[in-house]
DNA sequence: CGGGCAGTTGACCCCGCTCAAGCGCGGTGG
DNA sequence: CCACCGCGCTTGAGCGGGGTCAACTGCCCG
């Protein structure tokens, strides 16, 4: 634990909204007793079931939330990047993490114990209402993922995801999507099979909405997409 | 707005986990600006899309909250008995309701201005905390959710909807569940079509699993039915 | 008695899952 | 350096779960 992670830590805390209002002891607290990991692409940070000491927040990076079905299969519900908190839920709860957490490229991680968490909370209501609105903004997503696997068919979907990713992650100077996936990992985050997402991603090409390159993803005709995707 | 209300009020807190910890002075307070309201069973309590003017507590009833697809189809994504709290969400992100909130039955709801359960929020560390204990469980349900509509096929989805009935709402002294839902909607809360799920119930009524008296449903074969539902 | 809504049943068929085979490519070891 | 292996990707064939449509029933209520 050298002095320049912990200047890390207060940069990252200092632009980020979840921990704005906090003070400057509160950082100084937490920079002496969180933890600074980096974890290769594929690394686990934690299983599903498993107990947890601690919530983590990303330095960089991204992170995948999956539950595994009882045939193996992945569902990716949600994911992080720089800046984004997450383990919170089982560390508040006191349950075991009912996701696993994965890196899908090279991250580096704070780990915040859960005791020093948990103090921030109850001493600093700003703090406590950021972690409220957190969990929230995740309950309205969740909600929505809900309602569109229930009733929208599986190229409707694709076509939200690929939105989605765009939003979320952003495009890189050629136009490609920032976030490198699978097709596997896909269609665990459309909740389909393998072979769907492939067929689907080499029609959406054919038609002319995207661009393919391996695993790299370019949006062309977004409006398209977005009729494709049939959110208003 | 009657004394007698005003002592309802009290009691529903005082058994509530949510309001456990809070003062008498703050629930003097809340009684004395808290709104008592009754709903028939089809009423509104607020439309997705509507302006949150405060939040809501469940006295005694049934509330579904679904989403409207695309098409018109609900999708059922929670429920709210006695002692719960909904219609946070969107008071504290100050966003739209996300969601229609419908009685499903004669219901009496308490009403709290928005400013007073912020308040409320900022000032006992202990509620916010139970807020923040309450919106992350939502959201494990959620996530579960997800990976169950995404996974399982509507047979298994449907035998796990009713235990989760049973396991919510309990059983009457005859044994039929404590809630009364419509053929469309439990296809609602299972993600499937209506004639699914009369085909479905009636599978499991031939196999002995379950008996039907019109929409009252009793759980005969739990062990079979949990086996069907593959939680293990 | 008639209208309307919830429930039921049958017929049809299509979306999308599964299985199988083949391809491309990068890594590894002989 | 080449051969081989394995993994991710792709494509085709087949079929079955379940969605859709239509018709009918029963029941409530005006």
Chains 1, 2 share one sequence.
């Not at 009733?151 to 690929?162: D, F, H, S, Y």
């Amino acid at each position: 634990m050298n002095l320049n992670k912990k200047i890390e830590l207060e940069n990252c805390f200092a632009n980020n909204a979840l921990f704005r209002r906090i003070s400057k002891d509160e950082i100084r607290e937490l920079s002496n007793i969180k933890q600074y990991h980096s974890y290769n692409k594929g690394d686990i940070i934690y299983n599903e079931g498993s107990r947890m000491s601690g919530v983590y927040c990303v330095d960089s990076g991204i992170i995948k939330h999956y539950k595994t079905g009882n045939d193996g299969k992945e569902q990716i519900v949600h994911f992080s990047k720089n800046g984004n908190l997450f383990g919170y839920r089982s560390v508040l709860l006191n349950q075991t993490a009912c996701t696993t957490a994965k890196a899908i490229e090279k991250s580096f991680i704070f780990f915040i114990p859960e005791n020093s968490f948990l103090d921030l909370i109850k001493n600093n209501s700003d703090f406590a209402l950021n972690i409220i609105k957190l969990s929230c903004e995740e309950l309205g997503q969740a909600n929505q993922n809900i309602l569109d696997i229930a009733q929208k068919n599986v190229r409707e979907r694709l076509a939200e995801i690929l939105l989605f990713l765009e939003d979320n992650f952003g495009i890189n100077e050629e136009g490609y999507l920032n976030i490198s996936l699978t097709r596997e990992e896909l269609a665990g985050l459309v909740g389909t099979a393998t072979e769907s997402v492939i067929r689907l991603l080499s029609d959406f090409k054919k038609d002319g909405l995207i661009e393919i390159n391996k695993r790299k993803i370019k949006l062309i005709n977004t409006n398209a997409i977005k009729i494709i995707s049939k959110n208003f």
